[in-house]
C-alpha cells in the first residue's frame, strides 16, 4: 500500500523525482563541493556549468547528445579537481610519489573529458540530420543555375513561388 502511495505522489510530482534521479547533477555537486570553498564560489561555478552544457550541447540536441554533455561537465570538473590538487602539493610536499601519483590523476582526467568529447564527435556525425528547407533554399541560390542533368530545376526543389 505505501508503495502505491509512493508512486502516487511522485506520478503528481514529476519535477521532484527527476531532480532526485539526476544522477549526473549530483555527481557534478559533489565535485563542485570539493573544488568551492565559499558561496561565491559555488554560485559562479554553477554558472560556468551551466553555459559549458549550453556550449557542449548546442542547439536541439538529441537525448544521447544530453547525455554525453552531463558526461563532459563531470570530466571537466575532475580534471579541474586533479589540478587543483597537483597544484595544492606545491610546496608542502617534497614526496616524488605523491607528486607523480598527483600527475598520473591529472592524466586520468584529462583521458577521460577527451574520450567523452570523442564520444559526443562521434555521435553527433553518426547522427546525420537532413538540413532543414531554408539551409537547402540557401544553398542551391548560391550554386546558381541548375547545370548538370536530372538536378531539376530549383522552382521544384524550392516551391512553385520562387523564380529560377
Avoid at 508512486?7 to 523525482?17: E, G, I, K, T
Avoid at 565535485?31 to 551551466?50: N, Q, S, Y
Avoid at 586533479?82 to 606545491?90: E, F, I, S, T, V
Wanted: proline share 5%.
Amino acid at each position: 500500500m505505501a508503495l502505491a502511495e509512493l508512486r502516487r505522489l511522485l506520478d503528481a510530482h514529476p519535477d521532484f523525482w527527476q531532480e532526485y534521479a539526476d544522477l549526473a547533477g549530483q555527481v557534478q555537486r559533489r565535485w563542485m563541493a570539493l573544488l568551492c570553498e565559499d558561496v561565491l564560489r559555488t554560485e559562479c561555478l554553477e554558472r560556468k556549468l551551466a553555459d559549458l552544457k549550453a556550449e557542449v550541447t548546442g542547439p536541439s540536441p538529441s537525448p544521447l547528445e544530453r547525455l554525453l554533455a552531463e558526461r563532459i561537465v563531470a570530466c571537466w570538473l575532475q580534471v579541474q579537481y586533479a589540478d587543483n590538487a597537483y597544484l595544492g602539493l606545491k610546496g608542502r610536499c617534497t614526496s616524488l610519489t605523491v607528486f607523480a601519483a598527483a600527475e598520473r590523476r591529472m592524466g586520468q582526467a584529462q583521458r577521460r573529458l577527451l574520450a567523452a568529447i570523442k564520444q559526443l564527435a562521434l555521435v553527433r556525425k553518426l547522427l546525420v540530420r537532413p538540413p532543414a528547407p531554408i539551409e537547402v533554399a540557401t544553398r542551391l541560390t548560391a550554386e546558381g543555375p541548375a547545370s548538370s542533368p536530372g538536378r531539376g530545376s530549383r522552382t521544384r526543389i524550392l516551391g512553385a513561388g520562387m523564380e529560377n
